[in-house]
Every structure is written in structure tokens, then in C-alpha cells.
């Protein structure tokens, strides 16, 4: 059973016909002078309108209105639904494709490649040479403070290298302090191993190993790096220049730009160019040039840290979308 709207329509006042004509007015952005002459013109229709209105069933413009709200709700969740697909999409192809990957290679190169080489050659150097005491008794001394849990690092004493002390030893590149990490480095090797290699014989034990570990565990690993970064970097996730000046305890980069300006890639930018820094080298070594045991470029030591970074910040937007993350797994789990 229908209801008509007749006598509803005819309580309308005159109060109410001013606001539906201001309503009407403010939609289609009137000004005061408009308004009025937009009120003069409407006049004369807002009985032809009243009247109208009283011929409208008021069952049927109920389910109008249902139809057209349902119409909108469904656009509207289709609309979220497909930008929410399209966000999953990136964030995994940003996770498989990109962080992650590159991620694990820079774990290879530091655990893998710098970590090996140092402990090798530890106690030759620094073991076994007395100049060098001074070093040791501060790497030593590092170790004891992460055995009574510092709050610097998250870390545990090293049982597993050739030497112990070879871990704090190797920090000196990455770290400037227990607290500060660093965004480059000019050696990828602590100062004192680095001197070694430089002022050695290019016939002896120690160059032969430095040209190996060069040659085949170092190149190879910032050439992968270089490739997914090549293919992938436009995947990357801005990370906020006030969070960079948390990580580094710097205003900016070291090369005159600070966080807020510089772009947001700058550090896949400067590897690139170091990995190409390091074929440029290794084309003099096999032209007989041994003068030079690295490039000019600085080692782009906070890449690791800048691309965890990065991850976490994906990490909490698929966490978010689907429950489960690369990084945190499943938020059910612990």
C-alpha cells in the first residue's frame, strides 16, 4: 500500500522554501547578488514544484533512493576493493622483486664476502703485530660491553668466526660509533687491513688473497645488487627525511644535500655508480695496474640499513592489507 506526500507537502512553510532556495543557492555557488535574483526567478516555480511534488508516490521514491544508494555503495566498494588490489600488487612486487632480494645480497656481501676476508687474515694482522694492540684491546673491550647487554646493540658474542674480535674489528666500517651508523665509507675494509693490502707486495700471500676475494666473492655480489636495483629501483618506498636524520645522525648526505632535498633513491643511485666504479678498477688490474686496490667512490655503507628501512615500512602496509608480511609473518603468530 502506497502513501501519498500530499499533506506532508502542504505543512511546508515559507521558512523551509527560504533554506531549500539557500541550499539550492550554495550548491550551485551564488553569491549574495545572485542568491537574490536567483530566489525572484525560483519563486514562481517553487509552487509549480510543491504541486508536483503531491502527485509523487511516496513508496516509489523510497525505493528510488534505496536503489540509488545501493548503486553508490557498491560503486564505491568496487572503487576501494580495486585500489586496495592495485596497493597489494606493489607492495608485493616492492617485497619479491626488490627489498628483499636486495636485502639478502647485501647480507651475502657483509656475512658472506667483508665478514671472511677480515677473519681470515685477523690474526696475521691484527693478532700477531704489536702496533697494532692499541686496535685490539678496543675491539676487545666492544665485545665486553655487548656481553653485559648494552643498549647500543642488539647483539651476542660472536662464536662461530675463526677470531671473535674479527666482528668489532669489521664494524669500523659500517659504524662510527656504537650509535651512529654510517651513510658511505672510503674503504670496505677496516683502516688498518686496508693499509696492509696497499703497502703489500703485489706477488705475496696477502695481495694474491685480497685479488681473489675482489675478483670472485665481492664483484660478483655488488653486480647482483647493481642488476635488481637496475630493474627494480623504481619499486623503492620513500623513506621520510626526518626519519633518515633519526638513522644517521645527520642533516644530509655528506655530498652537500641534506635528507629534505635530496632524492628519495640516492642511495641505489650511488651504488650504481660504485659498482661501476669497481669494473673501471678491475679493467686497470688486468691491464697490469695494480696501483690502485679500490675506486674513488665511497662505499655506500648505509644502504643496508636504509633498505631494512624501507622493508619495514612495506612490511607494515601488507601486515596491514592481508594479516601476514616477508618480514613480520603472520600477526597471530609470535
Not at 22 to 44: D, E, K, M, P
Not at 130 to 155: P, Q, V
Request: hydrophobic fraction near 40%.
Amino acid at each position: 500500500m502506497t502513501t501519498k506526500i500530499t499533506d506532508h507537502c502542504g505543512q511546508i512553510t515559507s521558512l523551509t522554501r527560504v533554506i531549500i532556495l539557500v541550499i539550492l543557492a550554495i550548491l550551485l555557488g551564488c553569491n549574495y547578488r545572485q542568491f537574490t535574483n536567483f530566489t525572484i526567478l525560483t519563486s514562481s516555480l517553487s509552487s509549480s514544484i510543491l504541486q508536483q511534488m503531491q502527485t509523487w508516490d511516496f513508496g516509489n521514491a523510497i525505493a528510488a533512493l534505496v536503489a540509488v544508494g545501493g548503486y553508490m555503495a557498491e560503486h564505491l566498494f568496487s572503487r576501494k576493493q580495486a585500489q586496495m588490489e592495485k596497493q597489494m600488487e606493489r607492495v608485493e612486487a616492492q617485497s619479491h622483486q626488490l627489498l628483499v632480494p636486495v636485502t639478502m645480497q647485501l647480507h651475502r656481501l657483509w656475512h658472506g664476502c667483508i665478514m671472511n676476508f677480515i677473519d681470515k687474515h685477523c690474526e696475521d694482522i691484527l693478532l700477531k703485530k704489536d702496533e697494532y694492540k692499541e686496535t685490539l684491546i678496543k675491539c676487545t673491550n666492544s665485545m665486553e660491553r655487548w656481553g653485559e647487554g648494552s643498549d647500543a646493540f642488539h647483539l651476542e658474542l660472536p662464536t662461530r668466526y675463526r677470531h671473535a674480535v674479527s666482528f668489532p674489528w669489521a664494524l669500523e666500517v659500517m659504524h662510527e660509533d656504537y650509535n651512529i651508523m654510517r651513510v658511505t665509507h672510503p674503504r670496505e675494509l677496516p683502516l688498518i687491513l686496508h693499509d696492509e693490502i696497499l703497502k703489500c707486495d703485489r706477488n705475496s700471500t696477502l695481495w694474491k688473497s685480497y685479488e681473489a676475494f675482489i675478483r670472485y666473492s665481492y664483484l660478483p655480489a655488488i653486480e647482483r645488487i647493481g642488476e635488481i636495483i637496475d630493474e627494480h629501483g623504481h619499486l623503492m618506498e620513500p623513506v621520510p627525511a626526518a626519519r633518515m636524520k633519526e638513522i644517521f645522525k645527520t642533516e644530509g648526505n655528506g655530498y652537500g644535500i641534506k635528507w629534505s632535498h635530496a632524492p628519495r633513491m640516492w642511495f641505489y643511485s650511488h651504488m650504481l655508480a660504485y659498482v661501476d666504479s669497481w669494473k673501471e678498477l678491475l679493467s686497470k688490474w688486468n691491464d697490469g695496474s695494480y696501483e690502485e686496490i679500490r675506486p674513488s667512490i665511497d662505499f655506500p655503507v648505509g644502504l643496508l640499513r636504509f633498505n631494512i628501512e624501507m622493508q619495514q615500512i612495506v612490511a607494515k602496509v601488507e601486515q596491514n592489507l592481508i594479516g601476514t608480511s616477508q618480514l613480520y609473518g603472520h600477526a597471530n603468530r609470535v
